[in-house]
């Protein structure tokens, strides 16, 4: 069975792209079939994954615009061990162009269905935004993993995210799931950190992970190797606490299909 994860958040900088390319790698590692798609204009789960996104000749722009199949753009990373569709500034243009096109809303469900069940996992690396391309990827996802920051206005955005979840089911994707709450970039000694991850779990009790990924430089320099820092330097904390994250997916799904 194929799990479709959107990683999303509409602020920016919460860590979207870092889990987004490590847990591709430690789903990899862990012998899993994943394909990572870039759905961010920036590009940077592309770089992250060693593709030079300034040389593509075909993107996630062209799959979702129709103009060449998912399985054209598609791209092997040596460096993250998984399958990637990657994703450059043509893709700021979409949001405009896709208005225009019919099923806007489900142009990547369907051009990831031929696809998908070569995969294991298909992560979704969402942009800062809860636009169209956000959209698509809600459509076609079964659940939504959220990277976030213990900061004060983090709860804030959430319930933003919380309702768009809640259209895209009435409209769109009756079943799609809050697949879990991620708490990066964490600090335990900041006791600020320590009361809004308390105000999580009190809200979204085990939709919080128990991993916790702390904030680690490796993790930041990774990029500029393009590769997964769970591959560029697997003993990090950063590294582990990603590693330890594909462990709980694996174990929450093997939970959920032994029930
Ligand atoms: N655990 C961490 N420790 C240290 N630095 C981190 C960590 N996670 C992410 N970073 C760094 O923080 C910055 C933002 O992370 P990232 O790009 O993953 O966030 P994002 O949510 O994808 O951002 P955007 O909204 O722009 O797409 C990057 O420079 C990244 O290297
Ligand atoms: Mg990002």
Known sequence: ?????????????????TTSVNLAAGLAQAGMRVLLVDLDPQGNATMGSGI??????????????????????????????????????????????????QHRET?????????????????????????????????????????????????EGLSDLVNTIKKVRQHLNPGLEIEGLLRTMY?????????V?????????DKVYTTVIPRNVRLAEAPSYGAPAVNFDAGCKGSQAYIALAGEILARSGAAAAS
């Open 1 to 17: 069975m194929t799990r479709i994860l959107a990683i999303t958040n509409q602020k920016g900088g919460v860590g979207k792209t």
């Open 52 to 101: 030079d996104k300034r040389t593509l000749s075909e993107s996630i722009y062209q799959v979702l615009l129709g103009l060449c199949t998912a399985e054209a753009a598609r791209l092997r990373s040596q460096a993250g061990g998984y399958d990637h569709i990657p994703a450059n500034r043509d893709l700021a243009g979409a949001e405009v162009e896709l208005v225009e096109l």
């Open 107 to 155: 142009r990547l469900k369907s051009a990831l269905a031929p696809l998908a069940d070569q995969y294991d996992y298909i992560l979704l690396d969402c942009p800062p935004s809860l636009n169209m391309l956000t959209v698509n990827g809600l459509a076609v996802a079964h659940a939504v993993m959220i990277p976030m920051q213990c900061e004060y206005y983090a709860l």
């Open 187 to 195: 600090d335990p000694r900041n006791m600020l950190a320590q009361q």
């Open 197 to 205: 991850s308390a105000q999580l779990q009190a809200h979204f009790g």
